[in-house]
Nanobody
Framework: QVQLVESGGSVVQAGGSLTLSCAASGRTFSSYSMGWFRQSPGKEREFVATISTRRGTRYYADSVKGRFTISRDNAKNTASLQMNSLKPEDTAVYYC????????????????WGQGTQVTVSS
């Protein structure tokens, strides 16, 4: 099992950039696929991006493709989400998640979650 802690959320103007970090505990981080999800008030949690274990294969939601970049550093037990060209509709609580299997776009497929970090994009 890994425990996850997100950081980096903030208030940023539209068009700006922000990097979220996810620190993981445990010695088996490299065997977990990592995902980023977000949730706005009144909406379901939605997929943002995911990265596989060692090969680092990446997948993105269409809404963030070309603007967001997911990465991981297995030596440091961290995953990151670089967000550029932010829009007001990117405002949400962002969560990192882990699963000990292949990547997935489905929140229910992930077994480990962080507490979330708030991102607010002002227009």
């Amino acid at each position: 099992q890994v425990q996850l802690v997100e950081s980096g959320g903030s208030v940023v103007q539209a068009g700006g950039s922000l990097t979220l970090s996810c620190a993981a505990s445990g010695r088996t981080f490299s065997s977990y696929s990592m995902g980023w999800f977000r949730q706005s008030p009144g909406k379901e949690r939605e997929f943002v991006a995911t990265i596989s274990t060692r090969r680092g294969t990446r997948y993105y939601a269409d809404s963030v493709k070309g603007r967001f970049t997911i990465s991981r550093d297995n030596a440091k037990n961290t995953a990151s989400l670089q967000m550029n060209s932010l829009k007001p509709e990117d405002t949400a609580v962002y969560y990192c998640a882990a699963r000990r299997s292949t990547t997935s776009r489905t929140p229910a497929a992930y077994t480990n979650w962080g507490q979330g970090t708030q991102v607010t994009v002002s227009s």
